[in-house]
């Protein structure tokens, strides 16, 4: 019998080692060096396929399945693609099965689909069908975690969707390590990504999230699929969000807003209403703006809260928006804004559990910041975007008619944004101006 191979993989990036270090020399992650028995002789797909001219192709190249919900065929970029390996991952609890098992539910009538689970028994997953609703005559399941015993029966039933929950469950017979290894994952999403490829199957696979928030093993598995989907839940929040980071067929950063009821999820048509609240829309420390996320636009509510200091270290919290991006902001207000806030405490908050990553909320996140230290509150129904530089300039970011637009469909009357953003010609009912230093949007944001 051939001795068993031994290596050392870092379970944060993959990296391989002959020995055991103490830190990844790849990604300088510590102590995430972790020993995977190897086997020399992997098996590879018999299957070979002869090379296929481009205009040989048939069918219609650009066909997708309709998920039958509208939010999270836009996260995909218009439906789930033939063929494609789609990553969902979340934290525990927050809905991934449910959502996954609706959508099987909803797909086309008549399409083969496989459900294949590792976690839950068929009797678990035929409670929350009917807890859900759910009559899906063509949904075969199956409670296995042999990889290669779902790939046996996806094929004897001529599946064309296959929905793995979750990736850390399965096992591939011809590795030795246990399920959920970095060597486990790479063989296991390896061979699905093959499958899916070489059938044109489209699987759905579930990813467990670790502490950090990302999915396990990530830098091993997300490059090897299509699509990576991340489920975002606030606690306080009975929203749910599905955020695309990764995808080959659409938009990168589209966001899809549902809601959790007691018969599972209900998608948000407009996610821009929940999260504004219009009793706080007139205080001060409020102010809308206008997030671009993905291909469309959001508004949502800024609030800051500026209190005295309590102590020799003034705090500077921020929640949605970024931690250091805050603080160059604060010195750009006290430059150029001739507002002093050194000894203050500084608080900011973006409503609904948001995480904002784009630089067009610097503008209004200063107007709160200023609206909350002035206890005054911006002009009526004001929302405003832009970018500041470090010289106080306004600078302008993309989609600003976009943006405005939808303002204006929200029932706002009046938009402080970049100069260089302001149409020719505004859209009725909303008065735009066009600002490019700090100075003046500090201005035209507290004249009255």
């Known amino acids: 019998m051939s001795r068993v191979k031994k290596s ?5 990036c993959g990296a391989h080692g002959v020995k055991w270090a103490g830190q990844c020399a790849e990604c300088a992650a510590w102590n ?6 190897l086997d020399p002789a992997l098996p590879h797909s018999s299957r070979r396929q ?3 001219r481009l205009a040989a192709l048939e069918g219609d190249l650009d066909e997708r399945y309709a998920t039958g919900f509208a939010e999270f065929d836009r996260v995909l970029g218009g439906g789930l693609v033939h063929g494609a390996v789609v990553l969902l991952g979340g934290d525990p609890g927050v809905g991934k099965s449910t959502l996954l098992q609706q959508v099987t539910g909803a797909l086309p009538a ?3 689909v496989c459900y294949a689970t590792g976690e839950e028994s068929l009797r678990q997953i035929g409670q929350r069908a009917r807890r859900l609703g759910l009559l899906q005559p063509s949904l075969s399941l199956l409670a296995e975690t042999s990889l290669e015993h779902v790939l046996e029966q996806c094929r004897q039933i001529s ?10 469950t399965m096992v591939a017979a011809n590795l030795p390590s246990a399920p959920g290894s970095v060597a486990q994952l790479r063989e296991c ?20 999230v670790t502490k950090e928030g990302a999915i396990a093993g990530p830098r091993v598995v997300e490059h090897m699929v299509d699509t990576v989907l991340y489920v975002e839940n606030d ?8 955020r695309s980071v990764k995808n080959r067929f659409g938009a990168t950063g589209e966001m899809g807003v549902f809601a959790m009821t007691e018969t599972g999820f209900r998608e948000v048509t407009n996610p821009s209403a929940i999260f504004l609240s219009r009793e706080s829309l007139n205080e001060p420390g409020s102010v809308v703006s206008v997030a671009w996320e993905g291909s469309r636009p959001l508004l949502v509510e800024i609030q800051a809260l500026v209190a005295d200091g309590s102590g020799n270290y003034p705090k500077r919290l921020a929640q949605g928006v970024d931690q250091n991006r805050l603080a160059l902001l604060l010195a750009v207000l006290q430059r150029h804004g001739a507002v002093e806030l050194g000894g203050d ?25 200023v609206s909350s230290f002035r206890a005054r509150a911006p002009s009526e129904r004001l929302v405003s975007f832009g970018e500041l530089g470090l010289a106080g300039e306004v600078r302008p970011v993309r989609y600003g008619e976009e943006r405005i637009a939808a303002a204006a469909k929200q029932g706002f009357t009046r938009a402080i944004v970049p100069l260089a953003n302001r149409p020719k010609k505004s859209p009725g009912g909303i008065e735009v101006v066009g600002v490019s230093k700090l100075a003046e949007a500090l201005e035209a944001a507290f004249e009255h």
């Open 50 to 52: 002869d090379a296929t």
């Open 32 to 37: 995430s060096m972790v020993e995977t028995a």
């Open 345 to 369: 405490d500084v608080f900011v908050n973006v409503v609904g559990g948001l995480r904002i990553t784009e630089t067009a909320v610097d503008l209004p996140t200063l107007l709160a910041i």
């Open 159 to 168: 599946a064309k969707v296959l929905v793995i929950d979750s990736m850390q």
């Open 189 to 208: 999403v390896g061979r699905l990504v093959q499958f899916a490829k070489q059938n044109d199957v489209a699987v759905l696979i579930i990813g467990h």
């Open 8 to 12: 050392y993989v870092c379970r944060e």
């Open 110 to 112: 008549g399409l083969p």
């Open 235 to 242: 606690p306080s929040s009975r929203y749910t969000m599905i």
